[in-house]
């Protein structure tokens, strides 16, 4: 049977955060500083094994690394892997990313952090390690709460300046780690670690289990990188004649499929020069790109929604059609996999721009992540039939109560 997480309520205080309400926790300790937690999931059992990460690990579309160190130093290999060093082998230790795609359970225990925005979630990493195993001093740049699984992790953390790293090495190790705290982990405990603490995580003794529930933090650079790209779909979208691509005539003024023109242009003496006229005529082009509110939004939902390779969908036989009658009971609940976000009218579904706008009955399906028969009584036969295709897809799956 497995274990139910259910989202904590923003304003009640839950042992998840040591006993301060969601609320409480976002003020004082979100990328602020770190909260050691005991206890955090009372009796906390992982739902994956030792052997089920290793199976993962072996696996062509899960990310996975393998990292030792010993006195010939350290070394890091990326999966997949066909086998694994003993177990009887100090100083080693085994990471595999998105571990929620593939266990129902996993996906449960991220989702209990949905007091933070779904766009800030990424995923969870298992690591296992022997005797001594851990990847070294180091600091990362997302927030993490760190949930020992199994085992038991001594984790140092330090608030220190100097972030140098020892050099000429595969993995970025700091060269002098001064720690300030000092912790050994059990299961159920957690650590939560904003961006830029530095923090080193040693197994002590055997079967050490650590599992990871990371939040992307993307740099200012890809998010222009992602809203200049939009920006140039609207120029594919328009040189494609599909002026409808965004909703809304996003492209009032000159046509920009238009191509450069330069019948004015004179001789030169300076072939090598590039011309003013060129790069006079590639600044006007961004002025006339609209970059609003709903472009950069589109942006966001299609890219925080897009998925991993190993996000496999099981289009599965399908026993109802909720166009032709919606079912007196039952609900409809999202694939462990899916990704479904909206901002406004716009709605997202891994990696998709929905061309439905997202109504009330869709934007409650996104953030509950299931709904009771009774809240799709009534919807357009649009809506519907657009959750069936989602049901074919095998986005989101029908149970009977
Ligand atoms: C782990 O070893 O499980 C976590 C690695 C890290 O500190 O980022
Ligand atoms: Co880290």
Request: net charge negative; hydrophobic share 40%; charged share 20%.
């Amino acid at each position: 049977m497995s274990r139910a997480y259910p989202t904590p309520d923003i304003d009640q205080p839950t042992p998840l955060l040591g006993g301060l309400t969601p609320r409480e926790f976002m003020r004082d300790y979100w990328q602020k500083k770190p909260l050691l937690i005991r206890q955090a999931i009372p009796g906390f059992q992982p739902s994956v094994t030792i052997r089920d990460v290793q199976t993962l690990a072996r696996r062509e579309e899960v990310e996975s690394r393998l990292i030792t160190h010993g006195d010939k130093g350290w070394s890091l290999k990326h999966g997949p892997f066909r086998g694994f060093p003993p177990a009887s082998q100090p100083k080693w230790t085994l990471l595999v990313q998105g571990v929620d795609l593939h266990d129902d359970e996993s996906a449960a225990l991220l989702r209990q952090f949905r007091f933070i925005s779904d766009a800030r979630l990424d995923d969870l990493m298992v690591s296992i390690a022997t005797d001594g195993g851990g990847v070294g001093p180091h600091v990362d740049s997302y927030d993490v709460f760190l949930l020992q699984g199994l085992g038991r992790r001594r984790w140092r953390t330090s608030n220190q300046a100097d972030r140098a790293l020892v050099p000429d090495l595969p993995l970025k190790i700091l060269a002098d780690f001064q720690p300030d705290a000092d912790d050994i982990l059990e299961p159920g405990d957690m650590l939560y670690l904003p961006p830029h603490v530095c923090h080193d995580g040693v197994a002590v003794g055997n079967g050490c289990m650590t599992l990871s529930i990371g939040f992307r933090v993307p740099s200012q650079a890809t998010l222009a990188r992602g809203l200049l790209e939009s920006a140039a779909d609207q120029l594919s979208a328009q040189h494609l004649g599909d002026p409808g691509l965004y909703g809304h005539p996003c492209l009032p003024g000159p046509d920009l499929s238009a191509l450069y023109t330069d019948a004015d242009i004179p001789a030169t003496r300076q072939p090598a020069a590039l011309p003013d006229q060129l790069v006079q005529a590639t600044l006007d082009t961004l002025q006339r790109v609209r970059l609003d509110q709903a472009v950069a939004a589109r942006f966001l939902g299609q890219w925080l929604t897009s998925l991993p390779d190993n996000a496999l969908f099981d289009p599965a036989d399908v026993s109802v059609s909720l166009a032709a009658a919606v079912p007196e009971t039952g609900h409809l609940t999202l694939d462990r996999c899916t990704r479904l976000m909206y901002s406004g009218a716009q709605l997202f579904i891994n990696g998709e721009v929905a061309e439905q706008a997202c109504e009330p009955a869709l934007a409650a399906l996104a953030d509950q992540r299931s709904l009771p028969a009774a809240e799709l009584q009534g919807l357009a036969p649009t809506t519907l039939a657009l959750l069936d295709e989602w049901l074919q897809e095998g986005w989101v799956h029908w149970t009977d109560d």
